[in-house]
């Protein structure tokens, strides 16, 4: 019997992304019993709403897409979640708007978590250059098998169990328009017993833009990153000692920030690393003084 698969996906304001994701889902090579659920995060335009309606009638899988009117990357997957709970699906498949799989996505995906029995499974992402010689955005890659902490909620399979097992809301609606979400997730699951794993050859797909490669962009994702992982941190911290340690490797990053940003000034793949480095410490640093950062206020995209 084929196992039942719902490929889940957040959307806002990114009609064109999400027409190339659904283009990827319907060319995908796989006998599992797939259904396609999209939720829009954009309550007003509905862009990704109207999209999938008209597409349905025509669609290879059965598709369907509702509205969830609180904004927040968190509000967004808990609406997926709940939704997909009401499916007989055995897999919920996350996948971002700006995101598409490579064709054997879900077969490698299944085979994956057949052969390791892992509850949770992670795919690969790689990303596409605009131009060449670009690459401010790391591919996100590891060998295929059981790991100690996944790495973003973008490209996920989840065995519903987890999701049955997990007390609601699943993604904490405080890390909504900050992001962390998913890490806070994690943190959680493996505080519960789930086994996670690396599924190497389930390929997806992102693109590395012209926004992507600028300073501006790479400066505000790294603040953005080391704000919300420090905010997990401060959550589920145990004891002193771990946040003693952050601290002293805030200041070592800020102090050792400068001094590198000279070494590797003129070596163009990791000039921007110092930069990185240095506001990574300093989301994590306001984040210890209360101060959050809303990354997912804006949206960047099509």
Not at 85 to 102: H, K, N, T, V, Y
Not at 214 to 222: D, H, I, K, L, Q
Request: aromatic share 8%; proline share 5%.
């Amino acid at each position: 019997m084929a196992e039942r698969v719902i490929i889940a996906i957040p959307t806002c304001k990114r009609p064109k992304s999400l027409a190339r994701l659904l283009d990827a889902i319907a060319a995908l090579r796989t006998t599992a019993d797939i259904s396609v659920l999209v939720v829009d995060n954009d309550a007003e335009a509905r862009q990704g709403f109207n999209l999938c309606r008209h597409r349905a009638p025509d669609y290879r899988w059965p598709l369907r897409a509702v509205i969830e009117p609180e904004r927040g990357i968190a509000a967004a997957r808990n609406r997926l979640v709940s939704e997909a709970l009401r499916s007989q699906a055995q897999f919920i498949a996350m996948i971002d708007d700006d995101e598409w799989p490579g064709p054997n996505w879900i077969t490698h995906f299944l085979e994956t978590q057949k052969r390791t029995g892992a509850d949770i499974l992670q795919g690969s992402i790689l990303f596409v250059r605009d131009r060449a010689g670009s690459g401010a955005v790391s591919d996100i890659c590891h060998p295929t098998g059981p790991v100690d902490m996944l790495q973003g909620a973008g490209n996920l399979l989840i065995h519903r169990h987890v999701l049955e097992q997990t007390p609601t809301p699943w993604f904490d609606p405080a890390f909504g328009l900050t992001g962390g979400e998913d890490l806070d997730f994690f943190v959680r699951l493996k505080r519960a017993g789930f086994r996670f794993g690396w599924a190497n050859e389930a390929v997806a797909f992102g693109r590395e833009t012209a926004l992507r490669q600028s300073w501006s962009w790479t400066a505000r994702r790294a603040y953005s990153n080391g704000n919300s992982d420090m905010r997990v941190l401060l959550k589920h911290r145990q004891g002193a000692m771990p946040l003693a340690l952050e601290s002293l490797k805030i200041m070592g990053a800020l102090l050792l920030s400068l001094p590198l940003a000279l070494i590797l000034g003129f070596s163009p793949n990791h000039r921007s690393a110092p930069l990185v480095m240095f506001m990574r410490a300093a989301g994590k640093l306001t984040a210890m003084l209360g101060l959050r950062y809303n990354e997912y206020a804006l949206v960047h995209g099509e």
